[in-house]
């Protein structure tokens, strides 16, 4: 399995089309892309992002993967092809597109310069997350945006008893507790209150959700720390990765996150500042094109 080590791939001869089986215009326009790289002499599969067997089977054969969705879409994918170290494109047809590289309008212009190898990679840190019972472990997990120890059904808090590499830290009693890559710190984190990082940092965040009466501040880690949470709850628990898969957490159990072995990489053509133009435009829509106020004013 591919770990850090992986060189930048340049020449592109087979991509892997992935699409969103519930927005169908997704599939409408991967058959679009699988025709055009054909006329570039590349050869693709296409197949839905939720057809997880058959994108593993596959994603070793492939130079790269173009997904076609929103940034869930995109990391289901990143958790798919990370292990091999494939990048991704991703082709923004949801809400927000953070990750996104391509739009429906302007794929057509931007995918022959990807395909001939004229892009740069930007690697993004992984979680790995491990659930144990009793000495066992009963669920890992990779992650690229967060993983999250929140309450159930119940509107009642969860003790977290925290250690950072084997030393303890705090005890949170809060609502939940997100630990999150630089990628995830837009998403969920963000919504906590937690700090923005640019994604090529390599940190762990860890932000409790409406703690009472125990730490409120975001804490930055270092790539290399582990972060272990010991559950103490009197009713159900649940983790959370990535906002797309959930776990029963009981009293007792504990949650291990560190870094993953494995990177995210995604092909870039836009200049490396874009992180922060794709920032404001999506946290503050409209934001660059605002005249200042005084020059909206006109004289009486």
């Not at 879409?73 to 082709?91: D, E, F, K, Y």
């Amino acid at each position: 399995m591919a770990e850090r080590t992986h060189p930048p791939r340049v020449k592109i001869a087979r991509i892997g089309v992935l699409y969103h089986p519930k927005i169908p215009d997704t599939q409408r326009v991967a058959g679009e892309i699988c025709d055009f790289v054909a006329q570039e002499d590349v050869a693709a599969w296409l197949a839905s992002t939720w057809d997880e067997p058959r994108v593993r089977d596959q994603v070793k054969h492939l130079d790269l993967a173009l997904v076609l969705g929103g940034d869930g879409s995109t990391l289901r994918t990143a958790r798919m092809v990370a292990p091999h170290g494939v990048p991704i494109v991703a082709l923004n047809m949801g809400r927000l597109g953070f990750l996104a590289e391509l739009t429906p309008q302007d794929w057509r212009d931007k995918l022959p310069q990807i395909l001939a190898g004229g892009f740069w990679i930007e690697e993004r840190l992984m979680l790995r997350a491990q659930a144990q019972r009793h000495g066992d472990t009963f669920g890992e997990y990779e992650a690229l945006n967060d993983v999250v120890i929140s309450r159930g059904s119940l509107a009642r808090m969860i003790r977290a008893h925290t250690h950072i590499d084997g030393g303890h830290l705090v005890t949170y009693a809060a609502d939940g507790i997100i630990v999150a890559t630089p990628t995830g710190s837009t998403a969920y984190a963000l919504a906590a209150g937690g700090p923005i990082l640019p994604p090529e940092l390599h940190n762990i965040l860890v932000i409790p959700i409406a703690p009472h009466l125990s730490l409120e501040q975001a804490i930055v880690l270092s790539e290399g720390a582990v972060v272990d949470l010991h559950i103490s709850t009197d009713h159900e628990a649940i983790l959370t990765v990535d906002g797309q898969f959930a776990l029963a957490l009981e009293d007792g159990d504990q949650v291990v996150v560190r870094a993953s072995p494995y990177l995210a990489r995604f092909a870039r053509v836009q200049e490396r500042t874009y992180f922060y133009r794709t920032l404001l435009a999506r946290l503050r829509p409209g934001l660059e094109d605002r005249e200042p106020y005084a020059s909206q004013c006109t004289a009486s």
